[in-house]
């Protein structure tokens, strides 16, 4: 396989972080994200539960220790996260709310589908409270950023469209909207409450397309 690049890598990031200058996820959410990574994750060896993962966007697989080596969560000395360890455990134990999953596809869709998500929020300099209030670009205290879509469906478009083009398998529309809607406290849409900052390019293309 050829080497990773430095926006494989640092789009993996994102995809479990979050956007860059935003509050890294609390312990719950974390765990959380872990869990959504473990069920993306496919079994290479059964005994030990070793996985591989995924590179959220172009799809290439990379071994479980390497690939938490990328995003954080392992040493270069090879120490995994505990709270990473702990969770896997837990997960395949069958012990979290989550039932453990050995190879499916849908997971990984989902998987798929949020890393997207988090990479369109990441490109976005407008902010919301969690009570879905629109705030300008600086308000970097608030964790969930508001991407520019009307809709669901609409930002499904994009990522159906992203997604063929680099021919990557991706998810339906109803588990790419059951993924964004799951993560409200970290991306609204630009419909919330308040007045969403756009240029003046995008404001004639509005105007354009209400004309049309």
Same mark, same amino acid.
């Given at each position: 396989?050829?080497?990773?690049?430095?926006?494989?890598?640092?789009?993996?990031?994102?995809?479990?972080?979050?956007?860059?200058?935003?509050?890294?996820?609390?312990?719950?959410?974390?765990?959380?994200?872990?869990?959504?990574?473990?069920?993306?994750?496919?079994?290479?060896?059964?005994?030990?539960?070793?996985?591989?993962?995924?590179?959220?966007?172009?799809?290439?697989?990379?071994?479980?220790?390497?690939?938490?080596?990328?995003?954080?969560?392992? !040493?270069?000395?090879?120490?995994?996260?505990?709270?990473?360890?702990?969770?896997?455990?837990?997960?395949?134990?069958?012990?979290?709310?989550?039932?453990?999953?050995?190879?499916?596809?849908?997971?990984?869709?989902?998987?798929?589908?949020?890393?997207?998500?988090?990479?369109?929020?990441?490109?976005?300099?407008?902010?919301?409270?969690?009570?879905?209030?629109?705030?300008? !670009?600086?308000?970097?205290?608030? !964790?969930?950023?508001?991407?520019?879509?009307?809709?669901? !469906?609409?930002?499904?478009?994009?990522?159906?469209?992203?997604?063929?083009?680099?021919?990557?398998?991706?998810?339906?529309?109803?588990?790419?909207?059951?993924?964004?809607?799951?993560?409200?406290?970290?991306?609204?849409?630009?419909?919330?409450?308040?007045?969403?900052?756009?240029?003046?390019?995008?404001?004639?293309?509005?105007?354009?397309?209400?004309?049309?």
């Amino acid at each position: 396989m050829d080497k990773l690049t430095l926006y494989e890598i640092h789009e993996a990031r994102v995809a479990f972080w979050g956007a860059p200058g935003t509050p890294a996820p609390k312990n719950n959410a974390r765990r959380e994200r872990i869990v959504d990574l473990l069920k993306s994750g496919t079994v290479v060896e059964l005994e030990s539960k070793q996985l591989c993962f995924q590179m959220p966007l172009t799809g290439r697989t990379v071994c479980e220790k390497s690939y938490l080596r990328l995003i954080g969560l392992a !040493a270069m000395d090879g120490t995994i996260n505990r709270q990473y360890s702990r969770t896997k455990n837990l997960f395949h134990k069958g012990t979290l709310s989550e039932k453990p999953v050995t190879a499916g596809r849908q997971p990984r869709l989902t998987q798929h589908a949020k890393s997207y998500i988090r990479m369109q929020a990441a490109y976005s300099d407008t902010y919301a409270t969690p009570d879905g209030v629109v705030l300008g !670009a600086g308000d970097v205290e608030y !964790a969930v950023r508001a991407v520019p879509y009307i809709s669901a !469906a609409a930002f499904y478009l994009d990522y159906e469209a992203f997604s063929k083009e680099h021919t990557l398998e991706y998810a339906k529309r109803k588990t790419f909207s059951n993924a964004f809607f799951s993560m409200k406290n970290e991306v609204r849409l630009s419909d919330s409450k308040g007045s969403f900052q756009t240029c003046d390019v995008c404001n004639n293309c509005d105007d354009l397309l209400k004309v049309s």
